[in-house]
């Protein structure tokens, strides 16, 4: 249920995440506007899949920023959150597949084995103070056979996500053990939504 004690100034998502806008709803926060940033997500030369998070959440952020400020009849009190998750499995960064044959390459090199989620997170506030942070969650899957790996292929789950799958969904059932944020592996660390939103002002308890 979603806390009745949580005053917020106006919040600008930077993401056209359907989940990400849950995630905010679970803890009371409810944006203003839904603003989905048009960036190029090509990672850089030897890009860390962390650093390829919080440098995507804050290209976000920033034109989302920009874009709000040059239009007269948004508020100037507006604050930007935008947010981005990246999943790596050793030394290979699972983006989002592109066909249902890269979701099953995804799916059968996570099988039995610890990957890592990032999620970058950068709120912008009106006066223009940046603050960002990225979280870390490992997660364990079981070994997947092909009629489980086949069942969620035709489930069409795999399609947007990153590492081509959701845990929110049929993939909660691969998911053998979890450490860190359950929320970060949906797409957005609510314990430090919460925390930078309170340290920059949006956020009056």
């Known amino acids: 249920m979603r806390s009745k004690n949580i005053t917020h100034a106006p919040v600008i998502l930077a993401s056209a995440s359907p989940r990400r806008l849950e995630l905010l709803d679970t803890i009371g926060i ?7 940033a048009d960036i190029d997500e090509t990672p850089q030369p030897q890009e860390k899949p962390a650093a390829l998070a919080l440098r995507l959440a804050s290209q976000k ?11 007269q009849n948004k ?4 604050y930007v959150l935008a947010a981005d998750t990246v999943v790596s499995c050793g030394a290979r960064l699972l983006e989002k597949p592109q066909d249902e044959a890269e979701a099953t390459r995804f799916l059968k090199r996570l099988s039995g084995r610890r990957h890592r989620v990032y999620s970058g997170l950068c709120v912008i506030a009106p006066d223009g103070e940046v603050v960002s ?6 997660v364990q899957f079981k070994c997947l056979d092909q009629a489980e790996i086949n069942a969620y292929l035709a489930s069409g789950e795999w399609q947007g996500k990153a590492g081509g799958y959701g845990i929110q969904g049929l993939a909660a059932c691969f998911v053998k053990s979890i450490k860190g944020s359950y929320s970060n592996v949906v797409g957005l660390c609510l314990y430090d939504t919460m925390n930078v939103l309170k ?5 009056k308890m």
């Open 30 to 36: 409810v944006p203003a506007d839904v603003c989905p």
């Open 61 to 71: 952020a920033d034109a989302v920023f920009a874009q709000n400020k040059s239009k």
């Open 75 to 78: 508020s100037k009190e507006c």
């Open 133 to 138: 942070r990225v979280s870390e969650t490992v």
């Open 199 to 203: 340290g920059i002002g949006a956020i």
